[in-house]
T-cell receptor
């Protein structure tokens, strides 16, 4: 079946630094990738949608200069949290779509802790 | 606009008893509906989906869900709960036209007691 990986699974960084999270579709080409953020005991909030080779579409309230998304290829999308602050600490989950409306595959998530 | 409601924050059920986790939705046009399960510090695992056809959808691990168009509901069910079913369950909806955005409900935590 379709597999999506994320790296790293956990990362701790200091306030003010930037951290990059990778999302890869391992056995299929992802026409669209999605980035979600999940706070403890809460639902997934869609941050942005990206299509390969084009700029990401950010949801209302998400700072695009803070959360940089790059979808460089059909198998790789990256989320860079710039100038991280403790309030950016969260669980970030990516997902990849194949182009079929009923197919969306989720990565295992990345736990970001900003100290 | 799309929305999903999961009215129960938590559902408690005894092992061996049937379980139901409720979900209602709002979307323009015909919906694509999904159920996912999440274990602590893990990503989402797909359980089942409804696209069209039979209103009763069978999925992984013995779960099933019933699509009710008139009530705009898609409740998750299992005839006999297991302790290992204890987890966080999310209902999600995607419109069948326009963008590919998937909207998630708030989640329902299921506790199955031995």
């Amino acid at each position: 079946g379709a597999v999506v990986s994320q790296h790293p699974s956990r990362v701790i960084c200091k306030s003010g630094t930037s951290v990059k999270i990778e999302c890869r579709s391992l056995d299929f080409q992802a026409t669209t990738m999605f980035w979600y953020r999940q706070f403890p005991k809460q639902s997934l909030m869609l941050m942005a949608t990206s299509n390969e080779g084009s700029k990401a579409t950010y949801e209302q309230g998400v700072e695009k200069d803070k959360f940089l998304i790059n979808h460089a290829s059909l198998t790789l999308s990256t989320l860079t949290v710039t100038s991280a602050h403790p309030e950016d600490s969260s669980f970030y989950i990516c997902s990849a779509g194949t182009g079929r409306r009923d197919e969306q595959y989720f990565g295992p998530g990345t736990r970001l802790t900003v100290t | 606009a799309q929305s999903v409601a999961q009215p129960e924050d938590q559902v408690n059920v005894a092992e061996g008893n049937p379980l139901t986790v409720k979900c209602t939705y709002s979307v323009s046009g015909n919906p694509y509906l999904f159920w996912y399960v999440q274990y602590p510090n893990r990503g989402l695992q797909f359980l089942l989906k409804y696209i069209t056809g039979d209103n009763l959808v069978k999925g992984s691990y013995g779960f099933e869900a019933e699509f009710n168009k008139s009530q705009t509901s898609f409740h998750l069910k299992k005839p006999s709960a297991l302790v290992s079913d204890s987890a966080l369950y999310f209902c999600a909806v995607r419109a069948n036209t326009g963008g590919f955005k998937t909207i998630f409900g708030a989640g329902t935590r299921l506790f199955v007691k031995a």
